[in-house]
């Protein structure tokens, strides 16, 4: 079962056990009741003032215009929107996240030329994106457009809300856009041998597949 929606049961495998996307009107404000020991959010699209604890009060926005992430850590405290100060779109993570390696917005696009670097991948495909597996679990929460995403081989048309659960060492692609899509990965600690980043058989060597984690 890779693909969950927020508010579903995640596989038992899985690290990230809860998400949501809150949508909020300028002049919104928002407080998210705690639902983890470690906690992520991401702006993914909009701005707005955020309380964050450790930090104070931040303006935040969309990736490319300044801060867009911010990690909690520990028993208390709570992220809250003060006010949106545009239309904002923000995705919560929750789980055990405390040893994570890497998360933020990615956009798969429409092919326009540039060469794959990724596997082969048999089935149809028309996207710039690389068929990657990775040494930690990923997870993609998509929160705008539509579009198809490969995990482990298996075809699955994802929009707003679906999050696809991706087991370390298995193949996972990106590979056709029907309407713009915006999403958020996350990435867990690496294990086994521990290699960072999009990893391509034909460059890192063979994938380590958890067989448990599908």
């Not at 079962?1 to 404000?29: H, Q």
Request: glycine share 14%.
């Amino acid at each position: 079962m890779p693909v969950f929606r927020s508010g579903e049961t995640a596989p038992a495998w899985c690290g990230l056990k809860f998400f949501e996307i809150v949508r909020l009107p300028a002049g919104g404000s928002h407080t998210f009741e705690r639902a983890g020991r470690y906690e992520r959010l991401v702006v993914g699209a909009g701005a707005c003032r955020l309380e964050v604890p450790g930090l104070g009060t931040v303006d935040a926005a969309e990736k490319g215009r300044g801060d867009f992430k911010f990690a909690l850590d520990g028993e208390t405290g709570t992220f809250a929107v003060r006010e949106a100060l545009e239309p904002v779109t923000l995705i919560r993570m929750c789980g055990e996240l405390a040893d994570q390696a890497g998360y933020g917005v990615f956009v798969p696009r429409p092919a326009d030329g540039t060469a794959d670097r990724g596997d082969p991948q048999p089935n149809p495909k028309s996207t710039v994106f690389d068929n990657h597996f990775h040494d930690c679990d990923e997870y993609w929460i998509v929160y705008e457009g539509r579009g198809v995403a490969y995990s482990e081989g298996k075809r699955y048309e994802v929009g707003p809300g679906d999050c696809v659960a991706t087991g370390m060492g298995h193949h996972h692609d990106f590979t056709e856009v029907h309407e713009p899509v915006r999403a958020v990965f996350f990435e867990t600690a690496p294990e086994g041998q521990r290699r960072k980043g999009h990893l391509w058989e034909h460059t890192h060597g063979r994938a380590e597949p958890r067989p448990n984690r599908v």
